[in-house]
């Protein structure tokens, strides 16, 4: 059986993630594909342990943070992920590797090539097939999450914190353009799942057998 496609949806705080999450299940179903949601860090119970514990805590050090997002993943992908891409299923991830290059490099400053290696070592060097790079200013951003109400401690990070998560994620962006799609979430959401739709039609004419 052909794998199914690994979909991963990344961004700063309040680019619409999560919202277009539905939509892009909603697209795959109905073109009668077999999808998986899940989430980093979480997806699976020690996982979502884990997240709870990262979230709440006020005094890790970023080499701990990372290890930590490395320790929920490890599990995730091993025991969801890469069983349901066996599957044929397609799974969606909000949230995966490109977020710890992007929180932990860019914004807590470990080098890239730290997260490297810990990504070959313990994702025996898979990577998702498509990632949704949902890109807003920062102030954009920072407003639509704080209007939700509770903020968790990366949300109460600085300005410069956010702003240099989001050129993280724009020179990940420029590295890998082929994998990495970048969505201008600052258009009205018709237009955004316009967009989405464009590309996941392309990758599901190319992904079936
Ligand atoms: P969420 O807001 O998308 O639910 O994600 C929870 C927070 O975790 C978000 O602020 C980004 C952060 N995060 C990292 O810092 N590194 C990671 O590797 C992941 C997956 C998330």
């Excluded at 700063?12 to 999560?18: P, Y």
């Excluded at 701990?64 to 799974?91: N, T």
């Excluded at 807590?108 to 060097?125: H, P, T």
Aim: aromatic share 10%.
């Amino acid at each position: 059986m052909k794998r199914g496609c690994f979909i991963t949806l990344e961004g700063g705080e309040g680019v619409g993630k999560t919202t277009n999450l539905g939509y892009i299940r909603g697209y795959l179903v109905s073109r009668g594909i077999d999808v998986v949601v899940t989430r980093e860090p979480g997806g699976v119970p020690l996982a979502e342990e884990l997240r709870g514990f990262i979230l709440a805590q006020r005094s890790l050090l970023p080499e701990a943070e990372l290890l930590l997002m490395f320790a929920a993943r490890v599990h995730h992908f091993k025991e969801k992920i890469d069983p349901a891409l066996s599957e044929g299923k397609w799974v969606i991830s909000d949230r995966f590797t490109d977020a710890s290059y992007a929180y932990q490099g860019g914004g807590r400053g470990i080098a890239w090539q730290r997260i490297g290696y810990l990504e070959d070592w313990l994702l025996d060097g898979r990577r998702p097939d498509l990632t949704l790079l949902f890109d807003a200013p920062v102030e954009v951003g920072l407003a639509r999450a704080r209007s939700r109400g509770e903020t968790n401690r990366f949300e109460e990070e600085e300005r410069a914190f956010m702003e240099r998560v989001r050129q993280a994620y724009l020179q990940r962006w420029r590295e890998e353009p082929e994998r990495i799609r970048k969505i201008d979430a600052t258009l009205p959401l018709p237009q955004v799942q316009g967009q989405i739709a464009r590309l996941l039609d392309s990758i599901i004419d190319t992904w079936r057998p």
